[in-house]
């Protein structure tokens, strides 16, 4: 059961008084969000959270799914992949699936989609509903979940017809985005930090997971968390530990990902990631199944220091997650870790192995300044990257929609 209550206890009360503020100048409102799959990713994930914290602070809130076929689906996955640079056209019979499955959808959801005040369209599957609800009364939104800065041209001209009329769109960084004839947030993403990957968890639970792996909890470990994807760069990192245990002999390394088994590059990268770990008693390369949330919480616990070192990044969710859990964080000079990993404050940006190295060696030399990192990390996440903040963020744009606010920051 999800509770407003139970985020005072971790994100602060002042916190939730201030969603109660912003709540209250959008009581009587009626909000929709609308995306296309109820369980499953990262956007049904936050709705699952989001709409309950919604409704209990006294907003009328709904969530719609658009329902489609096979083809519907294999059309909006190439419309994800190609609005992500790769360069897919989508033949004609395609899109005329997507869009007569929104306008069926339309049929059923017109009535409540036009009488709602502010209406959020999650990603490009259900964007096309705009101009399917010609009655509206209220303000729309599109909302994008990734990261369009270098789109296939042709899908993005055929995706951008159906938004341009939007009031606003959202984008989860500033460098995700697309120019648009309408306001642009930056709403960046969020963790739950009463989830079971990352709620508090007690040590003995944390010992016996690092036990089960034939870990040693008592010399220095340092943990990486991703899929294996070169651009998460697991053989630099396997790098910068043989650097770094020369001068540190008991260090251990742990990685960590799933995902292999179903992707193909993956179980490539998760070989060579094997073979460059083969002589290392100190190397514990973790396949990991999907759902593995505990144990993902209870090594991000145990970690002395947590490593991210990405060549390219989207957000980083794995950084937010070890940042909550008090660590700090070394990660690549990439994407969202910027937004997160503070240099020289909540961890430490680093451009190569040989970087990573001499960071893990100063950081288990000084833990005075490990600790203290470790802590800023914590209220930092805790300022910015909860789900709370991504909550207080919606809240505060519906107010400037729904009262025309016209002071705003132009980011140029
Ligand atoms: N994750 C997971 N199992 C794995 C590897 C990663 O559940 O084997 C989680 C990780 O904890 C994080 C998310 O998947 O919540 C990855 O998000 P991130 O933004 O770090 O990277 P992405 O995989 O989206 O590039």
Redo the contacts with the bound molecule.
């Keep these: 059961m999800i509770d407003l209550a139970h985020y005072a206890d971790v994100a602060g009360l002042d916190v939730i008084e201030h969603l109660r503020q912003l709540a209250a100048l959008l009581k009587g409102k009626r909000v929709i969000h609308v995306n296309s799959t109820q369980e499953g990713g990262g956007v049904a994930e936050i709705l699952e959270k989001l709409v309950p914290l919604m409704q209990q602070l006294g907003i009328d809130t709904a969530w719609e799914v658009i329902h489609g076929n096979e083809n519907f689906f294999m059309c909006t996955k190439s419309m994800h992949n190609a609005l992500q640079g790769n360069a897919i056209d989508i033949p004609k019979a395609l899109l005329n699936v997507y869009e007569e499955t929104n306008a069926h959808n339309a049929e059923r959801l017109r009535e409540k989609l036009e009488a709602a005040d502010i209406v959020f369209i999650h990603d490009p599957q259900p964007a096309p509903l705009f101009n399917l609800c010609p009655g509206k009364r209220g303000k729309w939104i599109w909302r994008c979940h990734i990261d369009i800065r270098h789109p296939h041209r042709p899908v993005w001209k055929y995706v951008r017809n159906f938004i341009k009329d939007y009031a606003a769109s959202i984008f989860s960084l500033v460098d995700f985005a697309q120019p648009l004839p309408h306001d642009i947030f930056v709403v960046p ?1 969020s ?1 739950d930090p009463l989830s079971e ?1 990352n709620m508090d968890i007690d040590e003995n639970e944390v010992a016996s997971v690092y036990k089960e792996f034939g870990l040693d909890l008592k010399r220095p470990i340092i943990l990486q ?3 294996f ?1 070169r651009f ?1 760069d697991p053989l630099g990192v396997i790098q910068a530990f043989q650097l770094a245990k020369k001068y540190i002999p008991s260090l251990q390394l742990v990685l ?4 292999a088994s179903d992707d193909p590059e993956g179980e490539i990268v998760l070989g060579e990631v094997r073979v460059a770990a083969a002589d290392h008693s100190d190397i514990h390369v973790l396949a ?1 199944p ?4 505990r144990t ?1 919480n209870a090594l991000q616990r145990g970690a002395d220091i947590v490593l ?1 070192k990405s060549l390219r ?7 937010t ?1 070890a940042m909550w859990k008090g660590k700090p964080v070394i990660g690549g000079d990439t994407g969202g870790i910027r937004l997160q990993v503070i240099d020289h404050h909540t961890g430490f940006l680093v451009n190569s192995p040989e970087g990573a190295a001499l960071r893990i060696r100063y950081l288990l030399s000084h833990r005075d300044r490990l600790e203290a990192m470790g802590e800023k990390a914590r209220e930092f996440a805790r300022d910015n990257f909860l789900i709370t903040r991504h909550l207080r963020d919606y809240l505060a744009l519906m107010v400037v929609l729904v009262y025309n606010v016209e002071e705003r920051i132009e980011l140029s």
């Design positions: 993403p963790i990957k968390i991703s899929r994807d998460k960590a990902g799933g995902g990991l999907p759902n593995a949330d993902i991210q990044e989207g957000f980083g969710l794995t950084v997650e």
